[in-house]
């Protein structure tokens, strides 16, 4: 009896924002098709009726991971992007932090889930927006420099291209990418050089 109340309060203590970040690391594992409600509320520790009380159903609980990972591996790396002083530095910013996110575990994995499920219904419409968000923002930081609005969009559409290919081989070939501190940051350094060369 006391095993049963134990986990009903912990079950009744999770969050909607605890089912989310499980449905991500849940998806960043297996895709969507890992984001299943029984085994979620085992590694939980918690009960269906916990998942139910916040989510009326598994389509709904994949919507909300989706915001989720909107809101963080975009607007939240935005709004740290932002506290820089001038576009160069932004630019630098922005380059490292994607770059360095390669290396926390799981992080590219959930990127490469939501790209290999682009035509999910689910995923399409977030991804296309999540896409068109980076690709705009990284060309706002580029016209900062000084460059005309279409060589801006083709140097940020490189810019998003090299995050992408970056993450890819980090995940696939971790041991071809820069491995240490200082290493990326000569590899940010050299990216920086490249996209904003005359």
């Known amino acids: ?21 499980a449905a991500l690391a849940a998806i960043g594992r297996g895709g969507l098709a890992a984001v299943a409600v ?47 002083p001038d576009p ?15 290396t926390i575990p799981g992080a590219d994995s959930i990127e490469l889930a939501m790209l290999a499920t682009a035509g999910h219904p689910h995923v399409a419409p977030v991804l296309a927006r999540v896409t068109a968000r980076r690709v705009a923002y990284t060309a706002e930081l580029f016209e900062g420099l000084g460059l005309p609005p279409e060589e801006a969009r083709h140097r ?6 090299a995050y992408l290919g970056h993450a890819q081989l980090a995940h696939a070939t971790p041991e071809v ?22």
């Open 38 to 84: 029984e085994p979620l509320a085992a590694g939980l520790g918690a009960t269906k009726g916990s998942f139910y009380w916040h989510f009326a159903s598994r389509d709904a609980l994949i919507a909300a991971a989706l915001q989720r990972w909107e809101a963080e591996h975009t607007e939240a790396v935005i709004a740290e992007v932002e506290a820089q």
């Open 1 to 21: 009896m006391v095993g049963r109340r134990t986990r009903k309060q912990t079950a009744t203590r999770l969050t909607a924002g605890d089912w989310t970040a």
């Open 156 to 161: 940020a559409l490189l810019a998003v291209s």
């Open 177 to 198: 990418v820069p491995g240490s501190d200082a290493e990326r940051g000569r590899y940010v350094d050299r990216i920086i050089g490249l996209l904003t060369a005359r």
């Open 88 to 102: 160069l530095s932004k630019l630098r910013a922005l380059i490292a932090v994607v770059i360095g996110s390669t």
